[in-house]
């Protein structure tokens, strides 16, 4: 049995309903542990006392916030009503309520920083005390404070951008830049976010000047996001297209075949790929 079994699954012809299965078999292993763990969520929330659950029933409505909400529950000393009722806990949550509500940031943005900043705090037994940190030192308000400043900044560029107002596109990213830069810490998870969003400000910045032809300096943007995140394919992408504009194909088809051995899916980087090395190759028969 183990052996018809073994051979029917080497068979070249039974590979796509095989690998078909798999996949269905996984998603329905994702499904059902999303499932357990709203489940699991619910209990604790239920568990908790009524001024606990209405502490944390208006912010469920907004994803992320309820994934913070949900972070509370993965307190190592199990305090998820402790949590519910900190006040700078709720303080925060309130604030980022108003922000997402009001249109000043977006869930995405509002995930990659507050959630970690949050967790984070988790694991110091409940405590917002802040850390000893170089630089501005950046607590739960002030952190939404200054990811709003920035944000703020950021989406009239892209306002601007989008109505190929360059130039006042530009200022404003650079404005965004000048919000986040001066921020350090030595705390890894608060550095971590903030060069997150630089790395966007930085991709911003290198669009801007893609879109105006000034490809050394779109290069010189997309290489600094790159020294934050190595791996980033907007980075990859936007500098292979710069290369390509200064004629440098090969540098272009370098960071080209990085981005497709990240995401063999990539149908643009293929594309581009190909176009590229058809390029170079004309280039050394003339």
């Known amino acids: 049995m183990e052996a018809s079994l073994r051979e029917f699954c080497e068979r070249p012809e039974n590979k796509s309903v095989i690998e078909r299965e798999q996949?269905?078999?996984?998603?329905?292993?994702?499904?059902?542990?999303?499932?357990?763990?709203?489940?699991?969520?619910?209990?604790?929330?239920?568990?908790?006392?009524?001024?606990?659950?209405?502490?944390?029933?208006?912010?469920?409505?907004?994803?992320?916030?309820r994934e913070i909400v949900k972070s509370f529950t993965n307190s190592p000393n199990d305090d998820f009503e402790a949590w519910a009722k900190n006040q700078q806990a709720i303080d925060t949550l309130k604030e980022a309520q108003?922000?997402?509500?009001?249109?000043?940031?977006?869930?995405?943005?509002?995930?990659?920083?507050?959630?970690?900043?949050?967790?984070?705090?988790?694991?110091?037994?409940?405590?917002?005390?802040?850390?000893?940190?170089?630089?501005?030192?950046?607590?739960?308000k002030e952190l939404v404070v200054v990811l709003n400043q920035h944000l703020t900044e950021r989406r009239q560029g892209n306002q601007h951008y989008r109505q190929k107002h360059f130039d006042t596109a530009l200022a404003?990213?650079?404005?965004?830049?000048?919000?986040?830069?001066?921020?350090?810490?030595?705390?890894?998870?608060?550095?971590?976010?903030?060069?997150?969003?630089?790395v966007k400000v930085y991709l911003n910045i290198a669009a801007v000047y893609l879109t105006q032809q000034l490809f050394g300096k779109a290069?010189?943007?997309?290489?600094?996001?790159?020294a934050k995140d190595p791996q980033n394919a907007k980075a990859l992408l936007r500098r292979a297209k710069a290369h390509i504009g200064r004629h440098n194909y090969q540098n272009a088809a370098t960071d080209?075949?990085?981005?497709?051995?990240?995401?063999?899916?990539?149908?643009?980087?293929?594309?581009?790929?190909?176009?590229t090395r058809a390029k170079e190759y004309a280039d050394r028969c003339l």
């Open 23 to 65: 996949k269905k078999q996984a998603l329905r292993a994702l499904q059902v542990k999303q499932e357990h763990d709203a489940w699991q969520f619910q209990q604790k929330v239920l568990q908790s006392d009524v001024e606990a659950q209405q502490n944390v029933a208006p912010f469920l409505r907004h994803r992320v916030l």
């Open 98 to 140: 108003r922000l997402l509500d009001n249109g000043y940031i977006s869930e995405e943005d509002m995930e990659h920083s507050l959630l970690a900043h949050l967790q984070r705090q988790s694991s110091q037994n409940g405590s917002f005390a802040s850390n000893d940190t170089t630089g501005r030192n950046i607590g739960s």
């Open 172 to 198: 404003h990213y650079e404005n965004a830049r000048s919000i986040l830069e001066p921020l350090s810490s030595n705390a890894a998870e608060e550095k971590q976010e903030i060069d997150i969003n630089l």
């Open 219 to 226: 290069i010189a943007w997309c290489t600094k996001a790159l």
């Open 256 to 275: 080209l075949s990085t981005l497709v051995q990240q995401d063999p899916a990539s149908l643009e980087a293929h594309s581009l790929l190909q176009e």
